[in-house]
């Protein structure tokens, strides 16, 4: 019978939660993260989602977050919902990944379980570009080493600040328009939002590069990355399901199967 493991990617926008059955993704979900949602509120909507997909109960539970006041809520909502006790990707989980930076706690759990993920199935030097609330750039060497990287602030909160600062300019739609030059406000707008943040991030990945030296890929994840996939002169794939992976990995590296109480 497969073993089934419920996956949870708890980010500061969203809510990611996936089954795996044995080494299969075999669906995956997307919500928005609500602070003061409650466990029941969470157990509900998860398993309306679940319902169909599994048949049988969890064979475990990881938790990836960078939302501590959701992590009580999710730990509750996993046991009380599915019967098992969640593992949490905290330090002193074993991840594969040697954290050589000024002070490893500050690094958001997100980003090695992007590099977990990105090493394992390309090695280094790999440069992961994460498309969040913040747009993150993470390195990994060859030796499996996560040695820093950038924070620049995301697409969408950047484009927040404009329409809200200016009174005079209207909410448009976050879109690749047809010409870099507009001939009205709208496309004004989307050229200056899209193409000037291709550059921002087609800029530090130059730079980047130039300091590591013979990366290997530049893996772009999370929900705006396909946005800028067939644009961007660095990137040279789009996935949409790297943390998933590598909440699976961190978890077949740590744990056996095993059941919680209800």
Known sequence: MASTLLVLDVGNTNVVLGIYQDDKLVSSWRLATARDRTADEYGILARQLLNGV??????????????????????????????????????????????????????????IINCVAA????????IIVDFGTATTFDVVTANGEYVGGVIAPGLTISSEALFARAARL??????????????????NMQSGIFFGYLSLVDGLLTRMKREIGDVKRVIATGGLAVLFKDDSEHIDLVDPELTLKGLKIIHDRNLSPRRGKK
Do not use: C, W
């Open 54 to 111: 599994i048949l049988g109960p969890l064979d475990g539970a990881i938790i990836g977050s960078v939302v501590p006041p959701l992590n009580g809520p999710m730990a509750q909502m996993v046991r009380q919902y599915f019967g098992v006790e969640p593992v949490f990707v905290e330090p002193g989980i074993k991840t594969g990944i040697a954290i050589h930076v000024d002070n490893p706690q500050e690094v958001g759990a997100d980003r």
């Open 119 to 126: 090493f394992d199935e390309f090695g280094g030097p790999t």
């Open 170 to 187: 209207p909410r448009v739609d976050i879109r690749r328009p047809p010409t870099v030059i507009g001939t009205n406000t709208v496309v």
